[in-house]
């Protein structure tokens, strides 16, 4: 069965500084991978994603992930961080054929002024 | 705007009833998912539906129940016998349910327990 881990539960950064959000996948083969953000009491939306080819995948806001097949990870990253970017995230790895998505746990993001 | 409307958006619930949560889209997307999600915990598949009159259960169906006799309406029952259904509710939907596919969430349902 697939199985996210994100671990770290909760990450604080300075405004301006960078980030990266680790994230470590179980699955048979590549699945495909997700990185959502969701704000307080909302629902979730899509930063990135990766299926194939390239392994530095580009989101929106600035976010970028690196797919490593070697480490089973999808980490995500930002050169700088901004205020706004606060919130949780949460990775998530769908299997090929079955297309249902399986989510990490989240990391909660704190940005300090 | 296309996009996914929950209500209510706060809802309570007596012990021993039942409550319906609505989740609509006009995304005309096939696939709809009800997710759970409760404090330090990811989102966990309750029920999902890729195509009308028919659904799946997912991970944690025990005590829910959910009809789809239309594309874009896919209600959520939580009945009596889920016994801890103080949580968030998330709906989602996708445009043929491909693992290829992003999800689109509605700004989810917080159900607590009078």
């Known amino acids: 069965a697939q199985s996210v881990t994100q671990p770290d539960i909760h990450i604080t950064v300075s405004e301006g500084a960078s980030l990266e959000l680790r994230c470590n996948y179980s699955?048979?083969?590549?699945?495909?991978l997700f990185w959502y953000v969701q704000s307080p009491g909302q629902g979730l939306q899509l930063l990135l994603k990766y299926f194939s080819g390239d392994t530095l995948v580009q989101g929106i806001k600035g976010f970028e992930a690196e797919f490593k097949r070697s480490q089973s990870s999808f980490n995500l990253r930002k050169p700088s961080v901004h205020w706004s970017d606060a919130a949780e995230y949460f990775c998530a790895v769908v299997s090929t054929n079955a297309g249902k998505s399986t989510f990490g746990d989240g990391t909660t993001l704190t940005v300090k002024p | 705007d296309g996009g996914i409307t929950q209500s209510p958006k706060y809802l309570f619930r007596k012990e021993g009833q039942n409550v319906t949560l609505s989740c609509e889209q006009n995304?005309?997307?096939?696939?709809m998912y009800w997710y759970r999600q409760d404090p330090g915990q990811g989102l966990r598949l309750i029920y999902y539906?890729?195509?009308?009159?028919?659904?799946q259960k997912g991970d944690i169906a025990e005590g829910y129940s959910v009809s789809r006799e239309k594309k874009e309406s896919f209600p959520l029952t939580v009945t009596s016998a889920q016994k801890n259904p103080t949580a968030f509710y998330l709906c989602?939907?996708?445009?043929?349910?491909?693992?290829?596919?992003?999800?689109?969430f509605g700004s989810g349902t917080q159900l607590s327990v009078l």
């Open positions: 539906s890729q195509i009308v009159n028919d659904f």
């Open positions: 989602a939907s996708s445009r043929t349910g491909a693992g290829d596919e992003k999800l689109f």
């Open positions: 699955y048979g083969a590549t699945p495909y």
């Open positions: 995304l005309n997307h096939d696939a």
